[in-house]
């Protein structure tokens, strides 16, 4: 079918005696003799706008157009008198590709709650501020790839179905191809043992860096952790880069560049998608964003976070101590009142981290760190690991792992192991940073929740 999409029709650069526009009715207005239609195809944020002369076959076409009817235009591309609008369509003829009942068609011209769109997550990107969102979105997942290959960064795929559980959280799906209810043992199953759905591809991508040198990996991840908030899904996207022969604090200049590039290079191919959500989102937008670009970010050791922390006058929910991991109130209260900008806090205990973090000299702290940004709290978990086989395996001893479930892994500090360090981006959670949006599901296609598998 040719057409031209709705994008390239509002910045083309002159007149154009033949085009074919096809896309979803936003608004049809009939007038005496023509009628206005505003068409919108999901190529971006604006709409066009067509004039339809009336004759009786167009008439009877249009009657049987509304909102959510999909069309096909063909007309007259002419400069527009209305103001707003560069180009319009003349219309010549209409046809009718699929008719939406006005009766049922759930996405009438008023604004629907959030809450109700998800009940119609497979419509929902019918409308301005879903569209923006995926095409943020799609623009993004790109953006992340581009600054990996500016950086000479290898892109490596890790394995989506595992043998192990990289956090050691054990909130992890399991795979099987035994029929449900089966009480067959896991040597019976497909792999002949018990195999998960990964919750990072950390430790596969490990391996590539202590092989290649800088790399990273961007997939689907799974965790079966039953926690309802508007920053936990049990399907996600996460970005992983590695890089051998680097420390912490190369890690956090990594995570910092990326970010800021990431939200640079939004902001400059989204305009009007970000400006949307700017004006009805979220209305500190803009200056958050900006605040975020300019300057460097804070750098805090959890030991002086607990400090202020404990100092804060504030009623936190959960009482601060030594030891605790921290909630997202008081990730939040860190970068948004204390410091009013990202936060790293680093060199956790080693208590709350997972085996693979490297030991600092003080023997109860590792090389950790998380970022945290206003709004969210934490967008990146990451750490320098610990490349020194010795120490490696008395941690993993302290924590009941089995060295030979982790044989391969081993082999990597066994045979010319060198320092490295990587970290683990939400990418749902940059999202919710770069457009303002507070719910994750808001921010996925088609999210899953305990409870929720529709779609
Ligand atoms: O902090 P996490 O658990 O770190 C890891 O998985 C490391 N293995 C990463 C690494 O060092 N290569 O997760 C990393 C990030 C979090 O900071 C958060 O942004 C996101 O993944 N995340 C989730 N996003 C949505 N829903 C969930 N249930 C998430 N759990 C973690
Ligand atoms: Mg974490």
Redesign the pocket.
């Known amino acids: 079918m040719k057409r031209t999409k709705i994008k390239a029709a509002l910045n083309a650069t002159g007149p154009m005696d033949e085009i074919t526009i096809m896309g979803w009715v936003r608004t049809k207005r009939d007038n005496k003799g023509f009628s206005f239609v505003e068409l919108n195809d999901g190529s971006c944020l604006v709409n066009i706008q067509a004039v339809i002369d009336h004759t009786p076959e167009i008439e009877a076409a249009l009657d049987r157009v509304g909102t959510g009817a999909s069309v096909s235009i063909t007309g007259e591309l002419v400069e527009s008198p209305g103001k707003g609008q560069k180009w319009e369509v003349r219309g010549r003829s209409i046809e009718v590709l699929g008719e939406a009942d006005q009766e049922t068609f759930p996405l009438q011209k008023k604004r629907h709650s959030d809450e109700f769109l998800r009940g119609i997550a497979h419509l929902r990107p019918r409308t301005n501020k879903y569209g923006a969102i995926f095409r943020i979105r799609s623009e993004l997942a790109q953006a992340i790839h581009k600054f990996f290959a500016e950086k000479e960064f290898y892109y490596i795929h890790t394995p989506i179905i595992t043998g192990s559980d990289?956090?050691g959280a054990g909130e992890m799906f399991r795979v099987t191809s035994l029929e449900h209810g089966s009480t067959q043992p896991p040597d019976m199953d497909f792999f002949g043992k018990p195999a998960q759905l990964t919750?990072?591809g950390?430790l596969s991508?490990e391996m590539f860096a202590l092989s290649l040198g800088d790399v990273y990996t961007f997939g689907p991840t799974f965790?079966a952790?039953n926690?309802n908030t508007p920053?936990?899904?049990?399907e996600?996207w996460?970005i992983?880069p590695?890089m051998a022969f680097a420390d912490l604090a190369d890690d956090m200049d990594l995570a910092e560049e990326m970010i800021k590039y990431l939200i640079t290079h939004i902001m400059d191919h989204c305009p009007d998608d970000v400006d949307l959500f700017a004006k009805w989102v979220d209305k500190s937008l803009m200056p958050t964003l900006e605040n975020i670009l300019k300057e460097p970010f804070k750098r805090l050791p959890y030991t002086e976070a607990i400090d202020i922390l404990k100092k804060a006058k504030k009623g936190f929910e959960f009482p601060v101590e030594w030891g605790m991991d921290l909630q997202t109130e008081h990730e939040r209260f860190l970068c948004e009142e204390q410091f009013k900008k990202p936060v790293y806090v680093y060199d956790y205990p080693k208590t709350i981290k997972p085996f693979y973090m490297r030991m600092n000299d003080d023997g109860r702290t590792v090389a950790a760190m998380?970022c945290l940004v206003p709004r969210i709290g934490?967008?990146?978990?990451?750490?320098q690991r610990e490349e020194r086989m010795d120490v490696l395996q008395a941690r993993m001893g302290e924590m009941g792992l089995s060295e030979e479930d982790y044989w391969w892994y081993l082999d990597s500090r066994r045979y010319g192991t060198a320092p490295h360090a990587?970290?683990?981006?939400?990418f749902?959670?940059m999202l919710m940073l770069v457009t303002g949006v507070a719910n994750?599901r808001d921010v996925m296609p088609f999210p899953r929740t305990p409870n929720s598998l529709d779609f």
């Open positions: 990289c956090e919750v990072s950390q991508v965790r952790e926690s920053r936990h899904v049990a996600f996460m992983e590695e998380d934490e967008l990146i978990g990451g750490s990587g970290f683990g981006m939400g749902e959670r994750i």
